[in-house]
Every structure is written in C-alpha cells, then in structure tokens.
C-alpha cells in the first residue's frame, strides 16, 4: 500500500510518502512562509527525489481538522485536487489524532494541544496500551482551564506535545497535579509521516471518501464567523 500523506494545519507544513511499513520520504517546514508557497514544492521535491510516479498512490491521507483555518483549507484543496486528478480516495485523518501518534508507545496518557487561542486549545487524549492505540477523549476545542480539571481525575504521567506547549506550559504546570513532562523538539509538531501511518491503519478499516466528499473538520467557528455572529448580535439589541 503507497499512501501520499498532507499537512498543513499548524504551523509546519510536512508531505510524506509512505509505502508498506516504510516511510519512504518525508519533508517538513516549519519557517515564516504560508503553506500556499511551500506545500506543492515540497511535494514536487519528493516526487523528484523518488522517482514517484503519482498514478501509483493508493490514496491520499490530509489533515482533516481541527487547525489553522488557511491551513486546513490549504491541505485540503491541494489533496482534493490530486484526488480528483488522479482518481484517487482520500483519507481524512484527525489533526489531534495523528499528532499523538508522535508518541507512539508512550507509558502513560499522550494529550496534544494546539493553539486555538481565546485561551482554547485543540486536543484530544489518547494511551498507547500493549501497542494499540487508544482514544481516552476525542479531539476537541476546549479551554486549558477545563482540560486541566479532566486530566487531574486520571492517572498519569501524562505527556503534552503540540504548538501550544510554549503557549500554556506555564499554567499547566502551574494547574496539573498528576506527573507531566513535554515532548522534545522532534515530536511536538505535525509530522505528515505520523498521519500517513495511521492513516493506513485507518484505511485498512475502510475509512475513505472521494475527493468530492471531503471537507475539513473546524471543531469551531473562524474568527470572521464570531465578529459577524457578535455584530448581528449587538445589532438586533438596538
């Protein structure tokens, strides 16, 4: 099985080329350029390093959400169109979801966090038991404070990884009474190679769509949707 892997829902951009049980290539920035110019060259640059022939991809697996709203619809219009050319299904594969697959095999609670701002993060919570991964909570957005109290009721350690690891780290530390540490450098980001490995599994189960069908997951409204919401709103009290 050959699965083409995208992201682009955080702040790296990262394209991966798996095929069987082998990562094949991988290619990660994470630099002040918008995914617009960075993405397709990145994927042209394994295509050349290769020798890839994209015919012969079985699927294409894309950060589905939550995320970067530019960055999501960035991905996802890239893996659309590479579907729709090649006739080829899509894997939608949770942002969060393949975040914690940086820490495979972790001896203990796996909680990404990405910025959502607005004191929010996305996350989820996951543990690896005996190699087989486990969702403890579905990815969501939700406030530091809250997901704090969730982790306090379970057993640790407990392992946080993600772009919002800077961010909050010092209220975690400050709220969290179970053990915690952070991921280092090389694990804490989006890595394409993670989403395409669990996106094989995922496709092994029979979760596909056709390019046509996919549409990215917000989790939440932009901030666009909010200012009209509470515009419309201040307006209709007048």
């Not at 299904?89 to 909680?111: E, K, Q, R």
């Not at 701002?117 to 087989?132: L, N, P, S």
Request: hydrophobic share 40%.
């Amino acid at each position: 099985m050959k699965i083409l892997a995208i992201d682009s829902s955080g702040l790296v951009a990262s394209v991966a080329l798996l095929e069987d049980d082998n990562v094949v290539a991988e290619y990660s920035v994470n630099f002040k350029k918008t995914h617009s110019q960075t993405l397709v060259p990145m994927l042209d640059e394994i295509k050349k390093m290769v020798g890839l022939d994209l015919s012969t991809v079985d699927a294409i697996a894309v950060a589905k959400g939550p995320g970067s709203f530019t960055g999501l619809r960035i991905g996802s219009a890239t893996a659309k169109g590479l579907g729709l050319a090649l006739e080829k299904p899509l894997i939608p594969v949770g942002t969060v979801d393949a975040l914690s697959y940086n820490a495979w095999d972790y001896p203990g609670l796996v909680c990404p966090i990405m910025d959502a701002r607005r004191e929010q993060v996305y996350t989820g919570i996951y543990r690896f038991d005996k190699g087989a991964w486990e969702v403890i909570k579905e990815q969501c957005a939700i406030s530091v404070a809250d997901l704090l109290e969730i982790l306090n009721e379970m057993e640790g350690p407990v392992l946080f990884l993600g772009d919002g690891c800077p961010v909050y780290a010092e209220q975690i530390r400050e709220g969290i009474r179970i053990p915690c540490e952070f991921a280092p450098p090389h694990m804490s980001r989006q890595r394409a190679a993670s989403l395409g490995v669990l996106a094989m599994e995922l496709y092994r189960r029979g979760i596909s769509e056709s390019a046509d069908e996919h549409r990215p997951e917000y989790l939440r409204k932009s901030q666009a949707e909010r200012e009209k919401q509470s515009r419309e709103a201040s307006d209709a009290k007048e």
